[in-house]
Nanobody, 132 residues
Framework: QVQLQESGPGLVKPSQTLSLSCTVS??????????WTWIRQPPGKELEWIGY????????????VYKPSLKSRASISRDTSKNQFTLQLRSVTPEDTAVYYC???????????????????WGQGTQVTVSS
């Protein structure tokens, strides 16, 4: 059974870059047909997609899609040697304070929609606070 674990700093200063890693065990991030996603939940708000990386066939493997409102600041990459994928979110503000999750799903997410913890395999989440 695949397991995911987020890691990274819990406190980031405004204007800096938030960097989180997701370590995957029990499965390879290059296994075809999965979407490796980042999701967050700001305090008092719903879950929201940040984006995903697709592990597909040939040219499509490693392709990324981001929520339009975050596209200019977000980057998802992977390190296959560590079986990890990472999120970088640049120029953060206090509005980026949230619990951040990584998850694996087997369907293509609609990044403008709302994720559900009932679907896929999720990490436990990590709190990130943006504050000076």
């Amino acid at each position: 059974q695949v397991q995911l674990q987020e890691s990274g700093p819990g406190l980031v200063k405004p204007s800096q870059t938030l960097s989180l890693s997701c370590t995957v065990s029990g499965g390879s991030i290059t296994t075809r047909g999965y979407y490796w996603t980042w999701i967050r939940q700001p305090p008092g708000k719903e879950l929201e997609w940040i984006g995903y990386m697709y592990s597909g066939y040939m040219y499509s493997s490693g392709s990324t899609v981001y929520k339009p409102s975050l596209k200019s600041r977000a980057s998802i990459s992977r390190d296959t040697s560590k079986n990890q994928f990472t999120l970088q979110l640049r120029s953060v503000t206090p509005e980026d304070t949230a619990v951040y999750y990584c998850a694996r799903v087997d369907f293509r997410p609609e990044v403008t929609g709302t994720p559900s913890k009932d679907i896929g395999s999720w990490g436990q989440g990590t709190q990130v606070t943006v504050s000076s």
